[in-house]
């Protein structure tokens, strides 16, 4: 009977225990990988999430390899070959493997806390007799109510379910899912798809396969469409296959299997399970025999060797055996000719031995014949089998090119759907700010009338307040109280009667402040800064202005003017006479006044205290009249503002400036000194009064 062979699909490098398992149990097994384990395309998330374990209360490891990436990831960070797991943060697993796996890095109880489906001290169900190994069970296995409000962190692969990350939510808890390694479709090479063909032949051996993973399944289902020939497809439906888990067996019969058989959790399991299969069809190991002593070179020609003998082989060793075998030739006839020619040669005996040395010479003939014709056809069917190799490795390459195409997009398509993510993920952020502002805002809705209106009292005798203490303004400061008295008296209620008074208080201490003429003030000296570019300076060429020495000439013509006119209306001659000297004797007197006038332009004497005023050039009068129009300005802020003391300093600046560089007799100069001196008179000092007192009422008022 052939034996049977059972086909691993377990990712390359992880299967080398369940084989050496089943083949030390007398099986044949193929390795066709139907996962590819690789890193994860972008560990930043996961280098991110390892960067700050303690603010977790739970890590969840969803696999060995998730155990193993993500470990060294932290040795990584850590600088060191094995990294140190925080004792305060516990972990998760779903199956033995993965305990052995955390084990192996020196995460175990009881310095480390892990959760798992057979772990005792976290079992409600201690007694399964074959317990689960999936999320389900480790779900059971936690306490929601202790991870309520807390982050956990669950390391996988891509894809994958989301069933305990949607518990976990549904319990309260915060999720971060983190990848750490990323399962790809494998390419199985010529010779395991050739042997894959071999066992779906007529006459094959039986093969079972082992399948361990939903995914597994999906990729071999992919894979035999692309490699295989429907009737092959078909068969290959037909062939035993043992499913890890229910899921596994749910998947498979989705996608056509017809022949599924159920295997325990573990290696173990699968082992019993496969040998169990194998015992159904009449296949029982062999024990093994003392070695025999070695046959004659002919016996063992005549005798095949034996598929059961060595209960280690793989089906490679034993096609080798038989290709070997058929390829030996025979010596049984040369060494019979040999041992009658070495005897005594009698004639009978001669012609005996020449006739069976003719025949031996014929078998060796007829030997060498089909050795070179079983070698010809060995060398076509290399051949067959290199043209074959080649065109498999073309259509490979292509596939290999047409898997990068398609990573690449696969690739853009996860970056896209990570960005939609995290547009999502921002969006859920800023419905719940949403959230939390709208039921404060309902919370605040939710207080009674009252308080709303005290609310509304405060803040406006708090507006009113600021306004009073920046801009002085009294108005306002009094009408606020007056509109809150009014509302009170509204409600007219016992408890805002100390209130009122207080407010009634702070009404009579406004109206007893002295009004001020601000604006008038401040009007006055926008006068003063608008003549200033007007007034004559010391050092000017016109000592005095053309209307100052024009007044005494048109005074004196006026009088001449009346006297002209005078006449005309005196009857007689003698007051004409008299009339006409007078007038003469007036126009001599307005002739001295004009020579005198014009000589006192010419030379004129006067005292000047500051004599650097003589001094000053056209440039430094410009300057001058500027920083006394800048000390005018700053005067006006501080007015507004009420800052006293800066705008008494900078006019009294102004006034002294003007007085020391402008000429004092010049009526202009008079006219802006007694501008300044109006303003300076309107600004009164006055102490404001606070209200103090009423917001200090309406405080208690509301601590009541």
């Known amino acids: 009977m052939l034996r049977p062979t059972v086909v691993v699909t377990r990712p390359a490098g992880q299967s080398r225990q369940l084989i050496d398992a089943l083949q030390a149990a007398g099986l044949d097994v193929l390795s066709f990988p139907l996962l590819a384990i690789g890193p994860a395309t972008d560990d930043g998330p996961l280098r991110a999430a390892l960067g700050e374990l303690e603010r977790f209360a739970l890590v969840v490891f969803v696999s060995p390899n998730a155990i193993a990436y993500a470990l060294d990831a932290l040795a990584s960070q850590q600088g060191v070959l094995d990294p140190a797991w925080p004792i305060s943060v516990p972990v998760a697993v779903v199956g033995p493997a993965s305990v052995a796996a955390l084990a192996a890095r020196g995460i175990a109880a009881p310095t480390h806390r892990v959760i798992s489906p057979l772990d005792p001290a976290a079992a409600p169900a201690a007694n399964d007799v074959d317990p689960r190994f999936d999320s389900e069970a480790l779900w059971a296995r936690l306490d929601p109510a202790e991870l309520r409000g807390r982050s956990v962190l669950i390391v996988r692969g891509n894809g994958g379910r989301d069933w305990l990350a949607e518990r976990l939510r549904e319990a309260g808890a915060t999720v971060v899912a983190v990848q750490a390694y990323r399962r790809d479709l494998p390419e199985p090479g010529a010779m395991q798809w050739q042997a894959v063909r071999e066992s779906l032949a007529d006459g094959a051996a039986p093969h079972a396969w082992l399948l361990t993973s939903s995914e597994a399944v999906r990729n071999l289902d992919t894979l035999a469409g692309q490699h295989l020939s429907p009737d092959e497809v078909q068969r290959l439906r037909q062939v035993q296959c043992i499913a890890a888990h229910a899921r596994i067996a749910e998947q498979a019969d989705a996608l056509g299997f017809r022949r599924i058989g159920a295997a325990s959790p573990g290696d173990d399991g699968l082992l019993q399970a496969c040998l169990a299969w194998a015992r159904e069809r009449g296949w029982q190991p062999a024990a093994p025999t003392p070695a025999e002593p070695a046959a004659p070179a002919a016996a063992a020609q005549a005798s095949p060797p034996d598929p059961s003998h060595s209960s280690t082989s793989t089906k490679a060793d034993r096609v080798t055996q038989q290709n070997s075998n058929s390829t030996a030739p025979p010596n049984t006839a040369q060494t019979d000719a040999r041992a009658r020619t070495n005897g005594a040669a009698t004639p009978a005996t001669a012609t005996a031995g020449k006739g069976r040395g003719a025949i031996a010479w014929l078998l060796l003939v007829i030997v060498l014949l089909a050795g070179g014709a079983a070698f010809w056809w060995l060398q076509q069917r290399v051949d067959r089998l290199t043209e074959e190799l080649a065109r498999r490795q073309q259509s490979n390459d292509s596939l290999v090119q047409e898997s990068r195409v398609l990573t690449r997009e696969a690739q853009s398509t996860i970056k896209e759907m990570q960005a939609k993510v995290g547009a999502l993920e921002a969006r859920i952020d800023d419905t719940r700010d949403k959230q939390a502002t709208l039921e404060q805002v309902y919370q605040d809705l939710m207080r009674n009338r009252d308080d709303w209106e005290l609310a509304e009292i405060q803040q406006l005798l708090t507006n009113a307040g600021q306004q009073l203490q920046l801009t002085g303004n009294v108005q306002v400061a009094l009408s606020a109280l007056q509109s ?44 003063a800064i608008n003549q200033i570019d007007a007034l004559p300076l010391l050092s000017g060429e016109r000592m005095l202005e053309r209307g100052d020495a024009a007044a005494p000439a048109s005074a004196a013509a006026a009088p001449d003017a009346a006297a002209a006119s005078a006449p005309e209306a005196a009857p007689g001659g003698g007051s004409r006479i008299a009339a006409a000297g007078e007038r003469l004797a007036r126009w001599a007197e307005g002739l001295w006044a004009t020579v005198r006038d014009e000589l006192a332009q010419v030379i004129r004497v006067r005292r000047v205290d500051n004599t650097d005023a003589l001094l000053m050039s056209g440039d430094q009068g410009w300057f001058l009249r500027e920083n006394i129009k800048l000390r005018l300005l700053n005067a006006r802020l501080a007015l507004l503002s009420r800052n006293e003391t800066v705008f008494r300093n900078d006019l009294a600046g102004a006034q002294d400036m003007i007085a020391r560089y402008f000429d004092g007799n010049s009526r202009r100069v008079q006219t802006v000194q007694t501008l300044l001196k109006q303003a300076q008179a309107g600004a009164v000092s006055v102490q404001l009064p606070t209200m103090a007192e009423s917001l200090g009422a309406l405080r208690a008022l509301k601590k009541e």
């Open 484 to 527: 809150a008295d009014v509302r009170l008296a509204r409600s007219d209620k016992p408890e805002t009667n100390e209130l009122r008074r207080a407010i009634a208080r702070d009404i009579a201490s406004m109206k007893a402040v002295p009004e001020m003429d601000l604006t008038g003030a401040a009007i006055k000296l926008d006068e």
